[in-house]
């Protein structure tokens, strides 16, 4: 029995790592000069410089029904199943686009599962499907039931150190976003059961990375961390703190994959977002 998996851009997995691994995936697009684009065909780096500069906040829309479907029927003729991970239905309709598609094709071979995860939480939860499916130790019923459950196996924080984005696309309003500025004071925020919710606010980047590091490496349970992401959208000096914030909690780099958001996810936090994700076993 061979069993494929399917996800979306948000992932945090590079393309040429997905078409190498044979991971079926759908993008979601960036509305930018009136054109909706592929997020995956954006490069990371220049759309940060832009959106740094920019007057407006692009906008941002789940893959079609369309894109689904032409990776599942592709897909089917190679896997008897397919089990498909998505970002968090509270974060994006892209699960009923894979929905609906897996009505129009097999819905009997396709397994469709909300993560409650994005980035690299999306990208780890890909890995183990991975190797557990390379194992051969386990049914397609196993898996589908653990990719279930995995999102309690990780801890994704982050902040947004310019409140101005979030107040461009909406989030908060202006007198929010102006005091923050005056004080100073930088947004602690976690993903929790696939919603985003502020954990605290601290005053200054020197606290928030000392923040984002206690919290992504408070243990789970009695598990080990297993991985660790730090993710940045385009600011390297933030990245490179929380980096060296780590090094001196005793992680190791080659233990860290680093590197930048989504274009996507980063669209609504703004370029010099940072954060930390880790996974648990």
């Keep these: 029995m061979k069993i494929g998996i399917v996800t979306d851009n948000t992932c945090n997995l590079t393309q040429e790592f997905m078409e190498k691994n044979d991971i079926g995936y759908a ?15 954006l490069c990371q780096t220049t759309f940060y410089e832009d959106l740094k500069v ?51 094709v097999d819905e009997k071979r396709i397994f469709l599962l909300d993560s409650k995860l994005t980035s690299y939480g999306l990208g780890f939860l890909v890995l183990e499907l991975m190797e ?26 982050f902040s947004v150190t310019n409140l101005d984005y979030l107040y461009k696309g909406g989030r908060i309003g202006k007198a929010k976003a102006l005091m923050g500025g005056l004080l100073n004071m930088k947004p602690v925020l976690s993903l929790t059961e696939g919603e985003i919710i502020p954990v605290k606010n601290v005053r200054g980047i020197g606290k928030m990375v000392k923040e984002l590091a206690n919290l992504g490496l408070e243990r789970i349970d009695s598990m080990r961390l297993k991985r660790l992401a730090v993710i940045h959208t385009g600011n390297l000096k933030y990245g490179g703190q929380l980096l060296e914030e780590l090094r001196n909690r005793g992680i190791k780099d080659e233990d860290i994959v680093y590197s930048m958001l989504d274009t996507v996810i980063g669209t609504h936090l703004g370029p010099e977002a940072v954060g930390v994700i880790t996974q648990w076993e």
């Design 27 to 41: 993008s979601l697009y960036i509305l930018r000069n009136g054109n909706h684009v592929k997020a995956i065909d």
């Design 132 to 157: 557990r499916i390379k194992s051969g130790m386990y049914s397609v019923e196993q898996l589908v039931e653990y990719a279930r459950e995995f999102y309690k196996t990780t801890r994704i924080y």
């Design 54 to 104: 920019g007057s407006y906040v692009p906008l941002t829309s789940q893959p079609s029904v369309k894109d689904f479907e032409e990776v599942y029927r592709d897909m089917l003729k190679r896997y008897d199943y397919l089990i498909t991970v998505t970002i968090s239905e509270k974060l994006s309709g892209t699960l009923n686009s894979a929905r609906l598609a897996a009505s129009m």
